[in-house]
């Protein structure tokens, strides 16, 4: 099933740079293995903002809620999702 995921991310300000820098770094290598997975299919950063557009493919809602909670930034994030089906004009056979 394919989720549509905006995350905006919100760090304190007055969190230490080597804390923020290690999260950061945390989050690209989940991220990275997420995608190398094939279960992060795609991400967009949003010009100008500290956040970001993505499409999940999780087996349900339960899945997406535990991927999205396994982000080390998920405390700092405002998240929305919205669930994803195949538009029957589509000539795309891989965007089920």
């Given amino acids: 099933m394919l989720f ?3 995350m905006d991310v919100n760090l304190p300000t007055d969190m230490p740079a080597e804390i923020a820098s290690d999260i950061k770094a945390r989050e690209k290598a989940y991220a990275q293995e997420l ?3 094939g279960t ?8 100008g903002e ?4 993505s499409v999940f493919d999780a087996k349900d809602n339960a899945e997406l809620h535990e991927l999205l ?3 080390p ?17 589509s000539i795309r056979d891989d965007d089920t």
Avoid at 40 to 47: D, E, F, L, N, T
Avoid at 50 to 53: Q, S
Avoid at 75 to 80: E, G, L, R
């Fill in 73 to 89: 930034l998920f405390p700092y994030m405002k998240i929305s999702v919205t669930p994803l089906c195949r538009h029957p004009s």
């Fill in 69 to 71: 909670l396994g982000l």
């Fill in 50 to 53: 500290y956040a970001n557009y």
């Fill in 40 to 47: 992060w299919r795609h991400i967009w950063r949003i010009a």
């Fill in 4 to 6: 549509h995921v905006r």
């Fill in 35 to 37: 995608q190398r997975s």
